[in-house]
């Protein structure tokens, strides 16, 4: 089964800019759908975006649209998302996720079948 390790979660404030990477291993990126989730404290764990496997269509949750933008790089095995004009209620810890199922992210039904370990964002305000 495929790996998943997610990196470059750290404090940032309000309107400022980050970009996640996910590193994939075990198993060709190439083969899955990809997303991203959050979770922030007390809540559920909640769908930000996703991307089929070629890359060829995106989804976003209404709450980042137009503000995040997640990409892949199959060559390398990467996932990315950049997030420019970060808030405060962007706080979370972002998990990237694979899924056999690039079908479900047309669909609007993105699951992960696979998780990394989460990396923190914290957005000051």
């Known amino acids: 089964q495929v790996q998943l390790v997610e990196s470059g979660g750290r404090l940032v404030q309000a309107g400022g800019s980050l970009r996640l990477s996910c590193a994939a291993s075990?198993?060709?990126?190439?083969?899955?759908?990809m997303g991203w989730f959050r979770q922030a404290p007390g809540l559920e764990r909640e769908f930000v975006a996703a991307?089929?496997?070629?890359?060829?269509?995106?989804a976003y949750a209404d709450s980042v649209k137009g503000r995040f933008t997640i990409s892949r790089d199959n060559a390398k095995n990467t996932l990315d998302l950049q997030m420019n004009g970060l808030k405060p209620e962007d706080t979370a810890v972002y998990y990237c996720?694979?899924?056999?199922?690039?079908?479900?992210?047309?669909?609007?039904?993105?699951?992960?079948?696979?998780w990394g370990q989460g990396t923190q964002v914290t957005v000051s305000s």
């Open positions: 991307i089929t496997w070629n890359g060829g269509y995106t």
């Open positions: 075990g198993r060709p990126l190439r083969w899955y759908a």
């Open positions: 996720a694979a899924s056999l199922r690039s079908d479900a992210v047309i669909a609007g039904k993105f699951t992960g079948d696979y």
